[in-house]
């Protein structure tokens, strides 16, 4: 009799240890769960919020038939200017295809597909092969500008004629270490809106020799037949 109270006993305490075993796993599974599914909660959460990216990291997206760019002019003459075109960047010091003076993209007014990249030094280069360059671009082309260190010296009537034909009202005032971004196209019957400028002032200057870094985005129109 003893024997048998005995070994109730032991299964009940066996019981028991296993129903509060039993018990504790059980909430810390739930909480496990719950944690899990908080944390899932919150990524969805920050993932709604996030804002969306668009093409060349631009504020906005841009409307149909439109094509997104962003620009920046070089820094000083340490870090060289970014021009980018419907997510593509098609020149920076990174793509190492920038170099000092008036750097060019040229893209295709329809397609929005890239066609040519060029630096022309305007303080110890020739404005002549640059006058050679703006003349061959094709109607219809967009056509991308952006100074790095010194892109004025060098400049002549002709070459910012040429400019100025694209669209600029800024290239006749560029001067020496001024820094400047320009969107413009060959063909086009009216001033471009897509222009930034910024004179070179010692006493305005973020650098000792240079002014800021002049920066633009925007949407360009798909030229159209």
């Not at 631009?58 to 003459?77: R, V």
């Amino acid at each position: 009799l003893i024997g048998a109270a005995k070994l109730v006993v032991v299964v009940a305490i066996f019981l028991l240890t296993f129903y509060v075993i039993s018990q504790v796993f059980e909430i810390k599974m739930d909480a496990n769960l719950g944690h899990i599914f908080a944390r899932s909660a919150l990524d969805a959460a920050a993932r709604s919020t996030k804002p969306p990216r668009y093409k060349c990291g631009i504020s906005k997206s841009c409307p149909e038939k439109h094509f997104a760019f962003k620009m920046a002019s070089g820094a000083a003459n340490v870090v060289g200017p970014k021009i980018c075109v419907e997510d593509n960047v098609l020149m920076s010091g990174v793509k190492n295809n920038v170099g000092r003076g008036i750097n060019v993209a040229l893209v295709n007014g329809k397609t929005g597909e890239p066609l040519d990249t060029k630096f022309f030094d305007m303080w110890g280069g020739d404005v002549a092969p640059f006058i050679e360059f703006l003349k061959s671009i094709q109607d219809g082309t967009i056509v991308l500008m952006a100074t790095y260190d010194d892109g004025a010296t060098k400049l002549n009537d002709e070459a910012r004629q040429l400019i100025s034909e694209l669209g600029s009202t800024s290239i006749a005032n560029l001067g020496f270490r001024d820094n400047w971004v320009f969107c413009g196209g060959k063909g086009i019957k009216t001033k471009s809106p897509f222009e930034q400028h910024i004179k070179n002032n010692k006493d305005t200057n973020k650098y000792e020799g240079w002014p800021e870094v002049v920066e633009m985005e925007g949407c360009i129109p798909q030229k159209q037949d």
